[in-house]
């Protein structure tokens, strides 16, 4: 899971080391940055899961503390995050208004069964 997050650094350029002969170095610095991106999730004990909207919003800090403090993925994998995020939240709050549609739905099947029992009673 810490290998997607993993980004390499800005100031690597592949191709002009891999011309130079810096391919070792390359690999080296990639490590290097995958072992700092590894060691920042291990602290935090990996993502939480999307199970709850709370889990869902320290998600949503630890992507931005690992694209901005920790500079640990790039723009494209944290945006890519914060919509997988948004997404589960929408997700999430359809499901919540489907509940409370199906139970305003039946509190009026309620009162219609009790207005047509008050009306045969007359």
Known sequence: MTAALVR?????????LARSGGIAKAAMQIAAAQAATAGVL???GG???LDSVE????RLDMICR?????QAIDGTRASAGVRAVEQWLRAY???QLQLRIAELE???AAYK???TVGRRGR
């Open 113 to 115: 069964a009790d207005r």
């Open 93 to 95: 709050d359809l499901r």
């Open 106 to 108: 039946s509190q009026v």
């Open 66 to 70: 690992l694209a901005i403090e920790h």
């Open 55 to 58: 889990h869902a919003m320290e």
């Open 47 to 49: 993502f939480p899961p």
């Open 42 to 44: 291990e602290v935090w």
């Open 8 to 16: 390499v650094p800005p100031r690597i350029d592949r191709v002009e």
